[in-house]
């Protein structure tokens, strides 16, 4: 399979999984109406397992620009495949929020509140406060990144030229450190820690016709885009600086 549509497909199912959850919990009528946090955050972590499962034996399965950009600048990535990376996340992203919108449409049409039609597509602070939700997206991919660049270790590829990312580590651990994020730190912001994982949908968010939307919140769309950006450099940074620990 073509490295960029195994990052569409991967990026695609994630967020299937995970804006699928969401309309579940928040949307009028559902069967999982108001089942609460730990259902969310349980689904986002089995949908990063699924994702990770079919798209890492052919790119590494990223599925996020922030863990394309950590593994780049320790150079386990080469930064000539970031925007085709960048850019198949994106549009899997917006693919995946389609289909959890096509499914859940109905419970869409007799949800009234914007609030809770525009929560299965982009993240959005419990307070708003953009200086503490800007650190809130930076720690939380601090996290993300830095586990999986002491998991990954530093080679480049895997000798046969696929670059490495959250395949390399296992599915499970993944979804593990993907759960304990949001149960954890997601609590503030939602837990974007992935740009493309809030701007592909949020731009879903902004084309469909969904009936009675409110705004798409273009102006907290930055804190889930630089936040995570940030994160995994300050993660990749301290991974130069501290090493492997292998001489240790």
């Known amino acids: 399979m073509n490295v960029y549509i195994a990052e569409f497909i991967g990026t695609a199912l994630l967020l299937a999984m995970g804006s699928g959850v969401v309309a579940n919990v928040v949307l009028n009528k559902t069967k999982g109406q108001n089942s609460g946090w730990m259902v969310i955050t349980t689904a986002w972590a089995l949908g990063v397992f699924i994702g990770v499962v079919v798209a890492g034996p052919h790119s590494g399965a990223h599925l996020n620009p922030a863990v394309s950009i950590g593994l780049a600048i320790v150079g386990d990535f ?70 999986i660049l002491y998991s990954t270790g530093p ?28 149960l954890s730190l997601g609590g503030t912001t939602g837990y974007a820690i992935n740009p493309a994982r809030d701007l592909g949908p949020r731009l879903m968010h902004q084309l469909l016709p969904i009936k009675g939307k409110g705004t798409s919140d273009w102006s907290y ?14 993660a990749a940074g301290l991974f130069l600086l501290l090493g492997t620990g292998e001489g240790l």
């Open 221 to 234: 769309s930055w804190v889930p885009i630089l936040g995570p950006v940030l994160g995994a450099s300050l």
């Open 155 to 182: 080679t480049i590829d895997d000798g046969q030229g696929t670059p490495i990312g959250l395949g390399s580590i296992g599915a499970l651990p993944v979804a593990f450190l993907v759960w304990v994020i949001g």
């Open 78 to 147: 080469g930064w000539e495949m970031m925007p085709g990376y960048i850019l198949a996340q994106v549009l899997g992203a917006m693919f995946g929020a389609g289909i959890s919108y096509l499914i859940y449409k109905d419970h869409f049409d007799v949800t009234d509140d914007p609030g809770l039609k525009f929560a299965p597509f982009g993240t959005a602070p419990a307070i708003r406060k953009l200086s503490s939700n800007f650190t809130s997206e930076v720690i939380g991919t601090f996290v993300l990144i830095i586990v």
